[in-house]
């Protein structure tokens, strides 16, 4: 697995460490419509696939505010969403006592002669709080960036 060299990357990763959803910074848009770009890797066990996204700040600063108030267990599901429909999506569900179920679904497109071909990616794994301050300091740094 490849670590995170950007500080503006950041990393998901499973209880077991099978699996995990690495963010790497590839760009930002400041001027018009403020939003980032991720390649996006993910790796599941046995699966794996990438696709490139861009977030919204919106959404990530929305995705920053759910995780520090899941904390307080005042969120049960948080969800992260790419700025192209469907293309990527991840949700954050409360298992309790400090355990979450990480929910993915990546989507890549891409053309041939016989037309549109789509390939999804969709799967879950578990997630201990114990990562979750590494995952809030890396948003904290990204919102900056975007603000």
Known sequence: M???LDPYDFLIQSEDKKSHILFSFKDVELERYKS???LVH????????KAEIWI???EIHDFMEG????????VKTIHLKAMSDEE???SFIDQKMGHYE?????TKRRYSRDGLIETTLKGSFGYDSEFLNLLKESLKRINRLLS
């Open 56 to 58: 919204e700040h919106e």
């Open 102 to 106: 990480i929910a993915y679904s990546i």
């Open 42 to 49: 993910i790796k599941d066990d046995q699966f794996a696939g």
């Open 67 to 74: 995780l520090l108030k899941a904390e307080h267990s005042e």
């Open 36 to 38: 980032i770009n991720y």
């Open 2 to 4: 490849n670590k995170p």
């Open 88 to 90: 990527f999506e991840i």
